[in-house]
């Protein structure tokens, strides 16, 4: 069995016995990767036996049997290279980047790589230093959006397709995946109202473009409207949205 080398950061784990543990690691270079790692926890005399910890990044070497992807792939070697203990210092930090972990572990499949979500997932925790963390989330959470597919369309009504960018009101079907302007809007089921506000900066999001001292009061709407649309892509709500919602 050959050894593939990259580049993870830890989404989940579970203690599988004394000594080892069961991950899942979503790496840069092969995408969301479940691994046993075996022995892991086994205490030496140099070592503790602490295991390996929920969010940390580091180089990852792992094997897979050839036909066999999708079953649990062996952990040969980790070497943690950041723990982001910030994260530990402060639960509103902790929350969401638990949740973007979370998030990113139920919308990727095994052996589908994202390198532009795998950096946007490191640039966030590293962010979450020094920043509130409502931005740097939701920023997070548009690129997600984009590398999996799910991008909403939002220049155009889905039904007359009068451009609506500069509507100061919205509405979005999660269905559909598009926008409906006030006037059609009557005859869409599954909606949810969207300033015009928001969508503007997610424009400015895209374009490299967003001011964080500008567009303050624009995150928590915009936290709203992305978190819908994945809970109602998943159909379940994430783990950690109420208790985010609140410390938000």
């Not at 919205?170 to 059609?184: E, G, K, L, N, T």
């Not at 992305?226 to 892509?233: A, G, I, P, V």
Request: aromatic share 6%; with cysteine.
């Amino acid at each position: 069995m050959a050894l593939l080398k990259d580049t993870g950061i830890v989404l989940r784990r579970l203690d599988y016995s004394e000594t080892s543990q069961v991950l899942v690691v979503f790496t840069r270079e092969h995408g969301q990767q479940r691994l046993i790692a075996k022995g892991v926890k086994r205490a030496t005399k140099k070592k503790a036996s602490i295991g390996i910890d929920l969010l940390e990044e580091g180089r990852v070497v792992f094997s897979q049997r050839p036909g066999k992807e999708a079953a649990l792939a062996t952990l040969t070697e980790w070497r943690q290279e950041e723990s982001f203990p910030h994260l530990q210092r402060d639960l509103k930090r902790l929350y969401a980047a638990q949740y973007a972990a979370e998030l990113t572990a139920q919308l990727t499949e095994v052996n589908d790589p994202h390198p532009g979500l795998f950096d946007a997932m490191l640039a966030l925790m590293r962010e979450l230093e020094a920043a509130d963390p409502i931005a740097p989330l939701v920023r997070f959470l548009w690129i997600l959006h984009r590398e999996i597919g799910l991008r909403p369309e939002l220049s155009r009504c889905m039904s007359c397709s009068r451009p609506v960018a500069g509507d100061r009101v919205v509405y979005f079907s999660s269905r559909a995946c598009v926008a409906a302007c006030r006037d059609c809007e009557p005859h869409v089921l599954e909606k949810r109202r969207v300033d015009g506000a928001v969508l503007a900066w997610l424009n400015e999001v895209d374009k490299g473009m967003d001011s964080e001292s500008s567009a303050n009061h624009s995150h928590r709407a915009a936290f709203e409207f992305l978190d819908y649309n994945l809970t109602e892509t998943m159909g379940k709500q994430a783990r950690l949205r109420g208790p985010l919602r609140e410390l938000l």
